[in-house]
């Protein structure tokens, strides 16, 4: 089970500092989208608003890596004008491999960020680059499909 557990276990998305990035030398995030930025098919918050502009303050790329729709991750995305991929096909390595070499992101200064170990953790652990996995936001809007996995998620955890 240790083979799932994240690099980082942060309750909010905003635990991500300019300080924090710096000591783990992060320059790219590829970020999972519902219940890991906003809730589920809900547009950005504030809180998300400064904390995008604080990473375009310190040049650190934010990439929106998602398996919903190319529309939600548009919808999302245009106002920010960050980039971002719906389809992602996570926890499957090729998508967010082939995004990262667009873009030229080098796997050790790349964090992979959300919300569900068997999607995005298990993904990013694919992929090469560091993990760290948030508390779900708003999870009373989550997908039956979701909640069920979040069951098996819990008992995977109790035993790293
Ligand atoms: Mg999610």
Redesign the pocket.
Known sequence: MRYFKPDFELHHFSDITVEWLERNNIQTIFS?????LAS?DLPAGDELRNWINMLKEHNVQLVIA??NSQERVDRFCDPFTIIGFGHCKKPTAGEVKKHMRAINAKEETSLFL???LF??IWCGKRVGIKTALVK?IGQEH?PIQ?VFKRKIENWVKKRW
């Open positions: 999972d989208l519902d219940s890991t589920h998602s398996n959300g919300d569900q999607t995005d779900p989550e979701i």
